[in-house]
């Protein structure tokens, strides 16, 4: 039985790019060994297991083949006859199919180096196919690694837009979309996820919303001002109607916080402008965000303003107008109004009143 570190842990230490988990392979061994030297199986599907000390997973070599439609369409082989070289053959890019042995020693049957050396991101094999989450895993890896010129091999773009056209991307699941696309919006350059999307014609299938408007240039423009991932979310739906951001943030089952963030960003960003010239205004936005009783959507919706304008004179401006009528609302206190002799709604009326009054003296 022998032990390798593969995939992302390889490829970016060849990179000379910081990573943070290591993946194994083990060659020559079966589920039995590994239980009895205190493994723990984790793959329902796959032989993983994981390590009883590092927790880091150890994957027996394997093969596998499409068998059927979907994601769960495949027959996997492993036994200790599986290679080092058949199991690599299995994975998606390249530069992601090498092994290191623990003297260091590389395994690179299918040119991943030279691929490196490229700055290419090329598929092993035409089974690359067999599995419609490359699509997104290649939109993503281009995201992170383009500000160091990768590129996608137009082979392999090809391969993707047929994957697409052959209609796999619905066998994918909706949570295993959004874990890619929430991964991506937190790499160095979020808009090339979307741009190889659409490039292939992914995007269209998945966002339709998003691929006929402006939202790439726009997290193109966002992502540089913002390492938020909900920030850049917003960004990119931000040119949407409230409705159509909405609806892409939840046919994407993305998290709650990213949908009301879109929603808001899209519904109040066109208002802005003229709501910073009213008390009421101003303060039917805070309110609308929720502003005077949560931090957030109101911290996000500021950042994403800021990113969108790319940290301009004019948006950091309104951003801090907004941030002081929020302060000055918020020092209106119930109690202030207990000699007055009004309760219930006639004390809720007063207290806006109030704060429209402070809000109005601080943006004038
Ligand atoms: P990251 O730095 O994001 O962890 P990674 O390449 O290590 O990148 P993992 O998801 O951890 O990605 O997968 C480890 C390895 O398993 C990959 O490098 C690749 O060789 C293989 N792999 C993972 N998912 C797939 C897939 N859907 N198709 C083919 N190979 C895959
Ligand atoms: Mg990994």
């Not at 159509?244 to 879109?262: C, H, I, N």
Request: aromatic share 6%; charged share 25%; hydrophobic share 45%.
């Amino acid at each position: 039985m022998k032990t390798y570190r593969v995939g992302g842990a390889v490829r970016d230490t060849l990179l000379g790019y910081p990573h943070q988990e290591i993946d194994w392979v083990v060659v020559g061994s079966t589920p039995e060994q590994m239980t009895a030297a205190g493994y723990t199986q984790v793959g329902r599907d796959f032989p993983v297991f994981l390590h009883p000390d590092t927790k880091e997973e150890y994957a027996l070599a394997r093969t596998e083949r499409k068998s059927g439609p979907g994601y769960h369409g495949f027959t996997v082989h492993a036994d200790p006859s599986v290679t080092l070289e058949e199991d690599l053959e299995r994975r998606d890019l390249t530069i992601n199919a090498m092994a290191m042995d623990g003297d260091g020693v590389v395994t690179d049957p299918y040119g991943g180096q030279a691929d490196l050396d490229a700055k290419i991101l090329r598929h092993v094999s035409t089974h690359f196919v067999e599995d419609p989450l490359r699509v997104l895993r290649v939109a993503r890896f281009a995201a992170r690694y383009h500000h160091l010129g990768f590129i996608v091999a137009e082979k392999t773009l090809r391969l993707m837009a047929e994957i697409v056209a052959a209609g796999e991307l619905p066998h994918l699941s909706t949570e295993r979309v959004w874990v890619e696309t929430e991964k991506a919006l937190s790499e160095k350059n979020p808009e090339i996820y979307c741009q190889v999307l659409f490039d292939c014609g992914a995007l269209q299938a998945l966002m339709p919303e998003v691929a006929a408007s402006n939202g790439i240039s726009a997290l193109t423009r966002a992502a540089p001002h913002t390492p938020l991932a909900v920030c850049r979310w917003a960004a990119l739906l931000a040119d949407l109607p409230e409705a159509r951001a909405r609806r892409a943030s939840e046919r994407l089952k993305a998290p709650s916080d990213f949908t009301l963030l879109a929603a808001r960003v899209a519904q109040l960003r066109p208002q802005l402008k003229a709501a910073l010239k009213s008390g009421e205004d101003c303060m039917a936005v805070l309110k609308a965000l929720d502003a005077l009783r949560r931090e957030e959507p109101f911290g996000g919706f500021c950042g994403t303003l800021a990113a969108l304008e790319q940290n301009s004179a004019d948006a950091v401006g309104a951003v801090s107008t907004l941030r002081a009528a929020r302060e000055a609302a918020k020092t209106v206190k119930a109690a202030d109004f207990t000699d007055q002799d009004v309760a219930g709604p006639a004390l809720g009326a007063a207290i806006e009143a109030e704060q429209i009054k402070r809000v109005g003296e601080i943006i004038k």
